[in-house]
């Protein structure tokens, strides 16, 4: 980040695989949902493959192919489909129900917790994802996360990387772009904001995967702040 | 409240008056403004205006006379009509917009956060108020409220007691209207958010209008919790 610039007020936080390891989470209550039920399946893939409905689905409501959905209802439709491809039978539709809500129940990485505490002493910290209100807030108390705010793409009804998400965040939050800043492990997400005029920060997170994946690999001069974790953050911008 | 029902999911909260003292927020900081400009006025009267104003001001856009316009919106119009009615000139515009951002800077009764503390680890806690997300953010950041999430009437263009600010909240927090409270100081409020089907909580706030005002009065039968502070809720609803 240029040291000429004003420092930002707000910081805007993607979520699913920044702030918190989906996958391991989603592998843990499956393997228990497993034991519990006495049903063999493969939670790992089937995580992998969770994750992955969700953004062509998103891009069908962008599209307009779909109506407004939000997030819990299109995990929903997803997690219908693959417990019919991984022959998982036999669920009880309120047992479907808790399964899918397993996203309400994603556990932090290890810095997320300490490293926004030591930002929102300086700065206006909130989410700002696809997630619905309902979940982002569910899974902030589950996770003991300290927001100031839950922002969440369902407010202007449309889905990131639409730049009614990024611009109405800022403003709901009182802030100019150019004083908010997206942290995000995606490069896709932080390439959007920046073209709405937001500073973008960088956090990689090669785990969110799983062990064997590679993480996303950025150019040093992609993002204003390019690091491994929050406390980074933090340090970086002297918080 | 009735035993035989299941317990609240969410509690959302009435902000100016029921969890702060915007009075004696608004006096303050005004008389420390006279001191430092050396200007005269009488900031408990200029305070009780501007908070006069609102209703009315609100009610214009409710009607559709005035555009969808904010809450800081809102109180700058009616602070620039009281500045002049107060005698009170020569002020930088830098530093009207200071004041008028006093609402951002307002104290919590001195119960306000250890009751939602308490209340939090058993329930949704956020915001319900006519105040923006910006100003709600700003003010819960300052008086060290620990909300689950800041809900505001802004999100719904529309103002309380309008049915869908109530009915918009319990949408977004994920609960039934009939598993939603509103805790607030003011039976009008309640009064509306009953007919939608939340349930209710009236918290007396005698000294919200000064030590010379009286406080309302309420049947012991308008709502579910009756009590004189937030840790009385607690005590109510077993948190």
Not at 85 to 110: K, Q, T, Y
Not at 197 to 210: D, I
Not at 218 to 237: E, H, M, S, T, W
Request: net charge neutral; glycine share 8%; proline share 6%.
């Amino acid at each position: 980040m240029s040291l000429d610039r004003s420092p930002p007020r707000a910081l805007v936080f993607d979520i699913f695989g920044t702030v918190v390891d989906w996958r391991s989470s989603i592998i843990r209550e499956g393997q228990a949902l497993s034991l519990r039920l006495g049903l063999a399946a493969d939670w790992p893939a089937l995580a992998d493959a969770w994750r992955a409905g969700y953004a062509p689905a998103m891009d069908k409501v962008r599209r307009g192919e779909l109506p407004w959905l939000n997030i819990d209802s299109l995990h929903r439709m997803i997690l219908d489909q693959l417990l019919f491809e991984f022959g998982i039978g036999g669920m009880e539709p309120a047992e479907i129900d808790h399964l899918n809500r397993v996203w309400h129940r994603l556990r932090p990485w290890p810095d997320a917790v300490e490293g926004l505490t030591r930002l929102k002493r300086r700065f206006v910290i909130a989410t700002l994802s696809n997630g619905n209100m309902a979940l982002l807030t569910h899974l902030s108390k589950f996770a003991g996360l300290p927001w100031d705010a839950i922002v969440s793409a369902e407010l202007f009804k449309r889905y990131k990387p639409d730049p009614e998400v990024y611009l109405g965040a800022a403003k709901l939050l009182g802030a100019t772009p150019e004083r908010t800043m997206l942290v995000a492990a995606h490069p896709d997400d932080l390439t959007a904001a920046k073209a709405c005029g937001l500073r973008t920060a960088f956090v990689s997170r090669p785990m969110e995967f799983g062990p064997t994946s590679r993480g996303h690999v950025v150019g040093r001069d992609d993002f204003d702040v390019i690091v491994n974790d929050f406390n980074a953050v933090a340090q970086r911008l002297a918080a």
